[in-house]
Structures are given as structure tokens and as C-alpha cells.
């Protein structure tokens, strides 16, 4: 078992930068593939990125591709989305979360644990 808490959401406007941090307790987090997803108003849950266990691998939505750079601490337990060139389509409940698979997976139902969710709003 592992919980999840996200934090760094906010209201900023076009073309500033965020970062998000998630922090995990429990079970070793390196045991653990990261992903951040992201789901807007009347839209489906989508992955903006993802990080495997040791950082060696990434993947990144077409959305978020130069703009979106994921990391982790393994020695802090903790994941982080680095958010640069805000847009307003990137406006959305953000959410963290972990897979016990070793490959990087892309869909909700591949992620065991979520957080809470952190608000982003981007204004024009």
C-alpha cells in the first residue's frame, strides 16, 4: 500500500510555469512506476506523463511533449511534474499516481494508487 499526496497546484496565467510535487508513504517507492494524469471538466482521465522505477525511462503525452518534464527522488519518496509554457488547455485537476507494473503503462485502469488531485488553472 502506498498514499499519495499532491501539492503545487494554483491559478497562474498563460506561458508561466508550475511545478508539482507528489509525495509518497508506505511500501518503497522505487518499487513503483509514477505517472501524473490529468482530467479537465466533461473529459476522460488522460496521462500527461510518466517516469519509470529508476528514472531511466519517461513518456510524455503529444500535449505536454518540450513543455512538461517529470522526475522523481527516490530518496525523498517523491515524484514531481515540472510545468513550463502554460496554456489555458492545460487547465485541469491533476492527479498522482503508481503502478506496480515495470513497464511504463498509459491507461487508469494499469495504476493501482492516486492522490487526491491538485487543482491547475490557467488563464488567457
Known amino acids: 500500500q502506498v498514499q499519495l499526496v499532491e501539492s503545487g497546484g494554483g491559478l497562474v496565467q498563460a506561458g508561466e510555469s508550475l511545478r508539482l510535487s507528489c509525495a509518497a508513504s508506505?511500501?518503497?517507492?522505487?518499487?513503483?512506476?509514477m505517472g501524473w494524469f490529468r482530467q479537465a471538466p466533461g473529459k476522460e482521465r488522460e496521462l500527461v506523463a510518466a517516469i519509470s522505477r529508476l528514472a531511466s525511462r519517461t513518456y510524455y503525452s503529444n500535449s505536454v511533449k518540450g513543455r512538461f518534464t517529470i522526475s522523481r527522488d527516490n530518496d525523498k519518496n517523491t515524484v514531481y511534474l515540472q510545468m513550463n509554457s502554460l496554456k489555458p488547455e492545460d487547465t485541469a485537476v491533476y492527479y498522482c499516481a503508481a503502478s506496480t507494473t515495470f513497464a511504463i503503462m498509459t491507461r487508469v485502469d494499469d495504476y493501482n494508487y492516486w492522490g487526491q488531485g491538485t487543482q491547475v488553472t490557467v488563464s488567457s
Open positions: 508506505g511500501r518503497t517507492f522505487s518499487s513503483y512506476t
